[in-house]
T-cell receptor, first 110, second 114 residues
Framework: EDQVTQSPEALRLQEGESSSLNCSYTVSGLRGLFWYRQDPGKGPEFLFTLYSAGEEKEKERLKATLTKKESFLHITAPKPEDSATYLCAVLGGSQGNLIFGKGTKLSVKP | DVKVTQSSRYLVKRTGEKVFLECVQD?????MFWYRQDPGLGLRLIYF???????EKGDIPEGYSVSREKKERFSLILESASTNQTSMYLC?????????????FGPGTRLTVL
């Protein structure tokens, strides 16, 4: 069964304390892995798409990487405004629909 | 900027009522999607559409139907609302040559069924 698992469920950081969020997946024939950011009461906002193992993408303090079994979202020197829920989704598998993980809720304290 | 709007931010309905959730996008996207988001379950795809008058079932279509009469508008219909349909409903759209790439989401409708 196609599955996406994100860890940890919640992460609390001090401002400036770098860390990583994990997204592990089991799908047949990965066609893309997506990272989104979601603020409370709002819809998800697209961040990155990764297509193949070894690929990396960066945006400000965020860097996403992809291996054959997982993706990491690295957050360097986070600020309070980075506080949000980060969602991972994969496209692949037998049905071809996007499969979302349950998200990691990140809190960054000043 | 792509804009996806949803007709209501909050909605309260009674069991058995027929409920319409409307979604409009202004970027001429072919693809549109309806998801529901529940704590502990994440985002789940209800229905999607590749073009006007076309629709495909997602992972959890039971109890829902959709309508796409115009390219910019995608409606989700709850024929007879039930309490287990209380949820956050999210609409999304994406351009045609990248079916699931960069889906743009609306702000969501929080539906409560009493």
């Amino acid at each position: 069964e196609d599955q996406v698992t994100q860890s940890p469920e919640a992460l609390r950081l001090q401002e400036g304390e770098s860390s990583s969020l994990n997204c592990s997946y089991t799908v047949s024939g990965l066609r893309g892995l997506f990272w989104y950011r979601q603020d409370p009461g709002k819809g998800p906002e697209f961040l990155f798409t990764l297509y193949s193992a070894g690929e990396e993408k960066e945006k400000e303090r965020l860097k996403a990487t992809l291996t054959k079994k997982e993706s990491f979202l690295h957050i360097t020197a986070p600020k309070p405004e980075d506080s949000a829920t980060y969602l991972c989704a994969v496209l692949g598998g037998s049905q071809g629909n996007l499969i979302f993980g349950k998200g990691t809720k990140l809190s960054v304290k000043p | 900027d792509v804009k996806v709007t949803q007709s209501s931010r909050y909605l309260v309905k009674r069991t058995g009522e027929k409920v319409f959730l409307e979604c409009v996008q202004d970027m001429d996207h072919e693809n549109m999607f309806w998801y529901r988001q529940d704590p502990g379950l994440g985002l789940r795809l209800i229905y999607f559409s590749y073009d006007v008058k076309m629709k495909e079932k997602g992972d959890i279509p039971e109890g829902y139907s959709v309508s796409r009469e115009k390219k910019e508008r995608f409606s989700l219909i709850l024929e007879s609302a039930s309490t287990n349909q209380t949820s956050m409903y999210l609409c999304a759209s994406s351009p045609p040559d990248r079916v699931y790439n960069e889906q743009f989401f609306g702000p969501g409708t929080r539906l409560t069924v009493l």
